[in-house]
């Protein structure tokens, strides 16, 4: 088989568009991209079939592609054989009141403390349908947060310690001569740890139920969603 990687489609989300609207429709220019131009110049995969793996914002644009692909490009449509996401968000309106009961199923959480996620949960609620996206992400974060520090206080950055994350090893690594001529990267680029500006401009977006574009897709197709530990 062959592994593709794409870090993130053009024009999807949390990539390039001029607007929230524009996304789903232009899942198609991506798919009449790959089988216009992608196969011609990669003619040794006409013989295998596609499967779209991803995980994390995948659950929005995966779904997405799927059903553009299925119902909107014929070359395509033939190739692909089923998609598989991993801690996927596609439905804020069902996964954000999962905090609190999944927890407490597991026993993360109980008492007063299990009375804190279901606040969160209902401020989520609130915030998603008055449309405060800033307030909602921000809210959304900590019930993330909350839970995982129940659970063990693990440092998603490195799963074998559990602190408080610290970023300052990645800037470290980025911005060692060795990274940067192994990435192509210039030596006077300098990276250092993002802001909420990009995250926070995704509210909308984020909020926005990509639930009918799985209930296309398994109409057709293997669909395969998995957890894992950590995003």
Do not use: C
Not at 9 to 28: I, L, M
Not at 127 to 134: G, V
């Amino acid at each position: 088989f062959f592994f593709l990687m794409i870090r993130r489609p053009p024009r999807s989300t949390q990539s390039r568009s001029s607007a929230a609207s524009d996304v789903y429709k232009r899942q198609g220019i991506n798919a009449e991209y790959m089988g216009t131009k992608f196969y011609e110049v990669h003619d040794v995969l006409n013989s295998y079939p596609l499967f779209i793996f991803g995980e994390s914002y995948a659950g929005h644009y995966i779904p997405t592609l799927a059903s553009e692909i299925l119902y909107n490009s014929e070359f395509l449509r033939k190739k692909l054989k089923g998609i598989a996401i991993g801690n996927g968000l596609f439905d804020t309106a069902t996964q954000e009141q999962t905090f609190s009961p999944i927890a407490r199923a597991y026993g993360f959480v109980f008492g007063p403390k299990s009375q804190k996620l279901t606040n969160i949960q209902l401020d989520l609620t609130r915030n998603r349908i008055s449309k405060h996206y800033k307030d909602y992400l921000d809210r959304f974060d900590d019930g993330i947060g909350f839970v995982r520090d129940q659970v063990a206080n693990i440092n998603p950055y490195n799963l074998r310690v559990q602190n408080n994350p610290s970023k300052s090893y990645i800037n470290q690594f980025l911005n060692s001569k060795e990274a940067k001529a192994m990435f192509n990267i210039p030596e006077n680029y300098t990276y250092s740890y993002r802001n909420n500006d990009v995250w926070l401009s995704f509210g909308e977006d984020f909020v926005d139920s990509q639930a009918r574009h799985f209930e296309l897709a398994i109409e057709k197709i293997d669909v395969l969603l998995y957890v894992g530990r950590n995003d």
